[in-house]
């Protein structure tokens, strides 16, 4: 078979997916959020326009069926919908445009501009569901990338294609770290998914976090709490399909979504509304089956890579609830930022000692996870003994480690805290590192690189 029968092979199978636009029902009745349909043979997933007798049409999304009955959720309010309205189908397979000209855009969980900047056109259609790459098709990882944050890079390195989750409650400096790790980071394209966000804080992402110069090379994808749940929900499948199109350029994406956790609250809404029943603390079977369909798209291929970062909301600081329970399995690791060091003005806010990154033994050479490993375990003595050594009640000498640990401490919080303003490149992040290490033939570290606990400026999250 050629290439060109090859190509028309595809071709027909993508005709074959696609169901006549012509296609329309009635409503027949509206149950809470859903809105019921005759005479609509659409598929899951398809889109469909509702018109209403006054004002605009109102677009729904197909999220099941009973008998001859189909079930559509808006995407907008339902004011001014009645029985028998007309419901056509204009989008069997959901899909958006996409292109360079993305760069340094914001648009909505449909991938429609909003930005007010003129409006500029895109050449190629990406799917908006789309199935992972095949794990054959997955080279290792083997490559650093660089996150511009010293105790990342230091402690947890990240490799390109990697999948890390950033476990925190709400106000210890999620976004100030997605800010930071845009700016800083040595990926191609960033792409910030902000699912489910408070309205008032996008601007404030925008503009203290991102920055202008992390917006010139990243996508936006916004879709705020107040918008329905198949707009956040699909804010997620936007924003990685964009994701897609750079890495299949051959890029190395960087790609944010915050958080995972409202995006499996949107599919709660919307499994709820379609009758399914509910399960783990109310989430229904279909929640714990999307999400590897979402973490699973981004990694590496042949082309190109998509570094992924999760944020997951957790609840009441339990980090063994469902969804973070969950996402944990399916990621390749986990960083967790911890309330305890927020509230001490430590920012970064990470507690090493719980966090790993499942790739670091891949690509770090031995020297380096060495370094990682004695500073650790330094840390862990220091963390055993800390209520004995802030009353007075240690005795030095009683332990080695926690007699070096005690002289590594200025030295250490200077490493681990950052302004989100600076970014330290990988080979100071080395050096520092082996300098820091007590135990290393040679080395003699007993000063600050970078200040004291508490006395880290302008360090803030929320």
Known sequence: MTALDYKLESLTQQLDRIMPVGMTGSVLKTVGLTVSVSGLAAPLGALCRIYRHHGEPLDAQVIGFHGEETFLLSLGKLDGIRRGNRVELIQSVPALRVGDKLLGRIVNGRGEFIDQKP?????????IQRSPTSPLDRPRIDEVLETGVRVIDGFLTCGKGQRLGIFAGSGVGKSTLMGQLARSS?????????VGERGREVREFLERDLGPEGLARSVVVVATSDEPSVVRLQSAFVGTAIAEYFRDLGKDVLLMMDSVTRFALAQREIGLAAGEPPATR???PSVFSLMPQLLERSGRTMKGSITGFYTVLVEGDDTNEPISDTVRGILDGHVVLSRKLAHEAHFPAIDVLSSISRSMSDITTAEHRQHANNIRRLMAAYQQSEDLINIGAYQQGTNPLVDSSI???????G?????????????????????LDPLAAGTANRAPVGGARGNTPGAGGR
């Open 186 to 194: 040595s990926a191609d394209v960033n792409v910030v998914v902000l």
């Open 119 to 127: 409006p500029v056109f895109l050449p190629h259609i990406a799917q």
């Open 415 to 435: 490493f681990l805290q950052q302004p989100p303003d600076q970014t330290t490149k990988w080979d100071e992040t080395q050096q520092l590192l082996k300098q």
């Open 407 to 413: 002289g590594l401490r200025p030295g250490l919080l």
């Open 282 to 284: 109310g989430y229904p």
